[in-house]
């Protein structure tokens, strides 16, 4: 009888450690992922940055279009704590670079536009993705941290706590957005 | 002569910049020239004669808020397509380093260019990023003007070189005329604050504080503020006993600007940094307001070191409301501040100042011919 119980203990005590350790090899696979997303979403910023001053210097715009440009792709490039405010304003500043009327027309035939804004939209692009998708990874951590079990063995270990990125990424003006514009695009 | 004038920001928003454009076009009018000024504005606003449109202009963040700018290869031509019917004798752009219709300008014409730097921006926002492209169009400058000592040292830092300080301008005789708001100032004391309400540096909390420290003790005391802003997220910061003796104008036109300045019995400027000049002291001044303001570099030097104005330390609510109950309780030095104020004033006067700026026009377009479209 008491082997019996003796055995249900055991079988016990592995199974829950089989279970502890399942939840400790996930919550690092998310933390493996959050820190992917993170350089991605990172790498993304910054060549938008770096584009977007390589169009002001480029001489494809006017001065005053190139200094604005130019001043809000280095504020956001040297920006560390308000980060998302700096990047925020690098985007109303692309849009507000963009939304000229007849924009497109204006560049085309410059030495060098075609490239230069297909660059920087593609580069666009690529904050809008990488910004989903670490804010998804970010979603799925804090998720998987409060697990009770999670909070009572400190399975997180020393990890801070991972926290969204908020910022304004949408080149369409706020409200036109349709629902193909999940994907923003320069021009319409 | 043939004077041009660039505004950089939204002609139909007022602000500091648009203000000093506007007085000295219309004392350089009144001096007998012929200017014509190119601003940011819609083509059907309501200008005054003088003002050409140059398009609407755009809120964009420019170096930490939101200013409403004109740029782009349209603002360009219609820049360009000004300067060759102007054929001024004399460019005279403002704020030329904004991304707007200043730099344009630059960019666009050959000859005599004087420009006038307003703004203190600070070496952390530096314009290094944007420096090779503004260095082409800010060499062709041949006068440099800073309205006050911090936008000068701004330009040494970033650009080099000098500048001539030639102060703000007010129409002094246009804040003359007495005309209080209805039921103002009243019997038991006016404080009064004229700045936006939103904006931390123009100090709205520090006057709230000390009026909530004058308010128990004396039961008539109200306060007047002017300005853009949350009314409620400002009234949150006065008890609740005392918030019916405060009155929120709101932003107001040019001549409620005036009639405000003649309701109150003290006006506090409790600012506390970031200005360069101190416009709303001049404005104070010329109105006779006596003035209660923080110790910063550019007020004491207004206010001739506290001569025609209190100082108090700055950013402190306890200094503030007890330099206020000063002259709140003393008729006398209030009538010798406003005195000394009124004779202080007259040296910001736009007949003068724009004398000043003349010669400094004198001084740059005989050696280098006229305005002329760069090829």
């Not at chain 1, 951590?141 to 926290?163: C, F, K, N, Y």
């Not at chain 2, 923080?294 to 007020?299: P, T």
Request: glycine share 8%; proline share 6%.
């Amino acid at each position: 009888m008491t082997a019996i119980i003796v055995i249900l203990v055991v079988a016990a005590i592995v199974l829950f450690g089989v279970y502890v350790s399942w939840r400790a090899g996930r919550l690092d696979r998310l933390h493996a992922r959050l820190e992917a997303a993170r350089f991605a979403l990172d790498a993304a910023l910054v060549r938008r940055s770096s584009v977007a001053l390589e169009l002001a210097s480029s001489g494809v715009l006017d001065p005053a279009t190139s200094v604005l440009l130019a001043e809000a792709a280095h504020d956001a490039r040297s920006a560390s704590s308000g980060r998302e405010m700096a990047e925020s304003d690098l985007t109303r500043a692309l849009r507000a670079v963009f939304g000229q009327p007849d924009f497109r027309a204006l560049v085309a035939g410059r030495l060098g536009a075609e490239e230069l804004l297909g660059e920087l939209e593609s580069a666009a692009h690529q904050v809008f993705l990488a910004r989903k998708f670490y804010n998804d990874a970010v979603a799925a951590t804090q998720d998987a941290r409060r697990r009770r079990i999670v909070l009572l063995l400190r399975l997180a270990g020393t990890a801070p706590s991972p926290e969204f990125f908020e910022i304004d990424d949408s080149l369409v003006p706020a409200g036109e957005t349709g629902p193909a514009a999940d994907i923003p695009h320069l021009t319409g | 002569m043939r004077i041009g004038l660039v505004c950089p920001y939204d002609w139909e928003v007022p602000g500091g910049v648009r203000e000093h454009v506007k007085g000295l076009a219309e004392a350089l009018i009144e001096l007998g020239h012929d200017v014509s000024v190119i601003a940011p504005a819609d083509d059907d606003a309501e200008l005054p004669s003088y003002v050409v449109p140059a398009g609407r202009a755009v809120p964009v963040p420019y170096n930490g808020s939101v200013a409403r700018l004109a740029f782009g290869f349209l603002s360009a031509s219609r820049v360009r397509r000004w300067l060759k019917d102007g054929a001024f004798d004399v460019l005279h752009v403002h704020e030329p380093a904004a991304p707007s219709l200043s730099l344009l300008a630059c960019w666009a014409a050959d000859g005599p260019i004087v420009a006038t730097m307003h703004a203190a921006i600070p070496r952390s926002r530096a314009l290094h990023a944007a420096q090779p492209i503004l260095a082409s169009a800010l060499e062709k400058i041949s006068g440099r003007i800073a309205v006050a000592e911090a936008a000068r040292s701004t330009l040494v830092e970033h650009l080099g070189g000098d500048a001539v300080l030639i102060p703000n301008g007010v129409h002094v005789r246009g804040y003359e005329k007495p005309d209080p708001l209805p039921g103002f100032p009243g019997t038991g004391g006016v404080l009064g604050f004229l700045g936006r309400m939103d904006e931390p540096r123009k100090g709205l909390h520090v006057l709230l504080a000390a009026f909530a420290l004058l308010a128990p003790e004396r039961p008539g005391l109200r306060l007047l503020i002017a300005g853009r802003g949350d009314a409620a997220e400002a009234l949150q910061q006065v008890p609740a006993l005392y918030r019916a003796r405060v009155v929120l104008l709101g932003q107001v036109s040019d001549a409620d600007r005036v009639r405000m300045l003649h309701s109150v019995t003290v006006l506090c400027a409790p600012n506390t940094g970031g200005e360069s000049f101190g416009m709303v002291l001049v404005e104070a001044m010329a109105a006779g307001a006596p003035i209660v303001a923080s110790d910063l570099d550019a007020f004491r030097q207004v206010l001739l070191g506290g001569e025609a104005g209190a100082l108090f330390e700055t950013g402190n609510p306890a200094a503030l409301a007890a330099a206020a109950a000063g002259l709140l309780d003393d008729p006398g030095r209030r009538a010798s501040l406003a005195a000394a104020a009124s004779i202080a004033v007259r040296e910001f006067d736009w007949s003068v100042v724009a004398r000043d700026v003349l010669r400094v026009y004198e001084a740059v377009a005989p050696a280098a011919g006229r305005v002329v479209v760069a090829t």
